[in-house]
């Protein structure tokens, strides 16, 4: 059986889907659009299973987004595939009224529903009282009291699942319908065969929305409302004031409002007028992401060292008790190194999820939001972008899919083109890593660490760039409607420090199994293509290099032989290849490498340098990441390889760099053409290489 959870944005339906089905739940799209669709599987009265599905938030059946459209799709299609038995409607007990509009609509549809009053912890700390009983009785359908958050009548819950299922019964519903509609609402019923005639009406006012429709039913259906001179936007708005009307009539027999004698603001407001405020607000803000950049350096050092020295030290172990072969040195040069590549930042991505999710779960990120909504309105972009733009922080790629929201299409694509601008997670290893080999451990003042400031200044340079991007593409496009963005500001709570574990546990499961298999794959494949190369250059360096220099020692001999192996290498003719491109940036060949594999993800450029520089290098030289890179030398300059002017310009072109397949897949995805993606990259490969040079040079 079908439970479908339907409710309003911030109603605490998620926290519902996570308690009902714990770890066996998995995420997908539903049928024909990339909307992601989460279902899961729970067991009640120990005997039957039920299929969970978590539907996008709305706040009535009348679509504003793509998001929104599916709910509609899913509950007026009776063939769809997601259809459900019933329906459990989650309410905001605090906000009753505007949470019952969309109750209402869904159980006049004719499925099955029950009402779950959740959040009655905040109602009853703003002094109101809701009788349930009673309101069942008005409603017809069950009502069962929920703490979501802590887990608090899901038993309940279930209870009263399991016996509406043995029915599901069609209870009580109002299908207010005026006297001139009633007609041709029961016409389509019967025609299509639908549940109720409030279903008959909508096929009659959202038609065109209903991708299910074949193009004869559509044009039959905008013929009849033309015939009819049915006004659409004049029907739903009377439909919503009457139902408004009906839900105060009911409400003021069941709720209760504590007058009380001093109003005084409640603690979320009290804290709202401080971190909202126009001046203290975004101090605030900076001051919280200081301390998470600072703390990604500073908690991070040490276990990732921890990991770092580990893995050397397994590599030295493997390459003192194996036999000298091609496949130790696969083993030891090629996978080891990829693996290490990988785990070396698993502290790193840990923490940055933790402060996140810390941040989610309080409510602080919603505070954000409005704080930013305020600064990026004035460079022409969307209010609705903020959200796209502060989940980019983690992903470009979910974080473009969530501007659907936007329903006007170009401030849409506007957010689409500049959101990969801003600095995902994917950055952070190579940011990290290079950061440390050029910017001091040390601290201005005692107090606040150089390498995190280093951090925190190129997330701030990728949010510059989003809004100068904006303001460009804005006037290029010539979008001149005004847009509107609307929140709904949750309470703030105490974390779920369950809920953080799990979201970090995710967060590092996804780097090290997905970035992770593609990092280890691609350095396999390095080691074989600079393990092996054509011709005479390859196979006969070690001759020519011991006719050559047969003065020196036998380690400087043979480390002379790797280098010219190496050089020799299918890798090596494909770095010197792309060279002379990146050499005005400050780039050897060798980084050429590295720049072309991240494009398959921007990890993979820490794991490819790491396997590239390990190659070939005596056995003992430093075998840790960081010495390595730190210690590579310039043949023809003999100075350092990532010295301050390269690492700065590698730094300045991954902030501004596409380098992500996965990015450019989804923007097509989003804009149905392959021309959206193309300019994309160009646009972003052009700044990228421009401010990159300029860096160089100026630091040179």
């Not at 299918?570 to 005005?584: D, M, R, T």
């Not at 720049?595 to 990890?603: G, W, Y």
């Amino acid at each position: 059986m079908k439970v479908a959870l339907i409710g309003n944005p911030n109603c605490g339906k998620s926290s519902l889907f996570n308690h009902l089905t714990g770890l066996r739940q998995k995420i997908g799209n539903f049928p024909g659009v990339t909307v992601d669709k989460k279902v899961g599987f729970c067991r009640i009265n120990n005997t039957t299973d039920i299929e969970v599905i978590d539907l996008p938030g709305t706040y009535s059946i009348y679509p504003n987004s793509l998001d929104e459209q599916v709910v509609l799709e899913v509950l007026t299609n009776q063939n769809h595939p997601d259809f459900p038995d019933m329906a459990v409607v989650v309410v905001d007990s605090s906000n009753l009224k505007r949470n019952l509009l969309l109750f209402e609509e869904v159980n006049d549809l004719g499925i099955p529903t029950i009402l779950a009053l959740n959040m009655l912890d905040v109602a009853n700390e703003i002094g109101i009282t809701i009788n349930t009983p009673k309101l069942e009785k008005i409603l017809g359908v069950p009502v069962v009291e929920l703490n979501a958050r802590e887990g608090i009548g899901i038993e309940g819950l279930k209870l009263i699942v399991f016996k509406n299922a043995e029915s599901l019964q069609v209870h009580k519903n109002k299908e207010l319908i005026r006297t001139e509609y009633q007609f041709a609402s029961e016409y389509i019923k019967n025609k299509f065969g639908l549940k109720t005639s409030y279903v008959g009406l909508q096929y009659l006012v959202q038609n065109e929305k209903l991708s299910f429709l074949n193009p004869k039913d559509r044009s039959y259906l905008s013929k009849m409302a033309e015939d009819l001179k049915f006004d659409s936007d004049k029907f739903q708005a009377d439909e919503v004031i009457e139902r408004y009307s009906d839900i105060d009539r009911s409400l003021e027999q069941v709720i209760e409002i504590e007058e009380k004698k001093n109003k005084t603001l409640t603690l979320s407001q009290k804290i709202d007028d401080i971190l909202i405020h126009k001046v203290w607000g975004y101090v605030i803000f900076l001051g919280i992401l200081f301390l998470i950049f600072q703390s990604v350096f500073s908690l991070a050092n040490y276990p990732m060292d921890l990991i770092d020295a580990g893995v050397a030290v397994l590599n030295d172990f493997l390459k003192t008790f194996l036999p000298e072969s091609k496949l130790t040195d696969l083993l030891t040069d090629g996978l080891i190194v990829g693996i290490g590549g990988v785990l070396i930042f698993i502290p790193q991505i840990a923490f940055l999820f933790a402060f996140i999710s810390i941040l989610e779960e309080s409510g602080y990120m919603a505070r954000v939001v409005v704080l930013m909504d305020k600064v990026i309105r004035r460079f022409g972009l969307s209010g609705k972008s903020v959200v796209p733009l502060i989940s980019s922080m983690a992903c470009a790629v979910p974080a473009i899919m969530s501007a659907r929201t936007i329903g006007n299409w170009k401030d849409r694509l506007v957010t689409i083109m500049v959101t990969p601008l801003m600095s995902c997670s994917a950055r952070l290893p190579i940011y990290t890593i290079l950061i440390a080999l050029v910017v001091p451990d040390q601290k201005l003042w005692g107090l606040f660490g150089f390498q995190g400031l280093a951090l925190m200044g190129l997330y701030l340079l990728g949010f510059l760039s989003v809004l100068l991007a904006g303001w460009v593409m804005k006037t290029l496009l010539k979008t001149t409607e005004r847009s509107y963005f609307v929140m709904e500001l949750p309470t703030y709570k105490k974390p779920r420090w369950n809920h953080v574990a799990y979201t970090i546990y995710e967060k590092v499961k996804t780097f090290v199994f997905e970035a992770g298999k593609v990092i280890v794959a691609i350095s396999i494949i390095l080691w074989v293509m600079a393990s092996y190369g054509p011709g005479e250059g390859f196979s006969g360096a070690e001759q020519r290099i011991k006719t050559n220099f047969s003065n020196l020692t036998e380690n400087e001999i043979q480390n002379k032989i790797a280098s010219e192996k190496l050089q020799n290498s299918y890798a090596g003719i494909f770095g010197k290849f792309i060279e002379p491109v990146i050499k005005p940036l400050g780039y050897d060949w060798k980084i050429g490498i590295a720049l072309i594999t991240s494009f398959a993800a921007r990890e993979v450029f820490v794991g490819t340098i790491s396997t590239i520089y390990s190659i070939g290098a005596d056995d003992s030289d430093e075998s840790t990441i960081k010495s390595r890179l730190k210690n590579e030398v310039n043949d023809e300059t003999g100075l350092p390889v990532f010295s301050v002017a390269t690492s700065y310009s590698l730094l300045i072109f991954y902030v501004f760099a596409m380098m992500c397949m996965s990015t450019i897949a989804v923007v097509y995805r989003e804009t149905k053409s392959w021309k959206w993606p193309l300019i994309q990259l160009a646009y972003m490969s052009v700044l990228a290489y421009v401010s990159a040079f300029f860096v160089y040079w100026v630091l040179k």
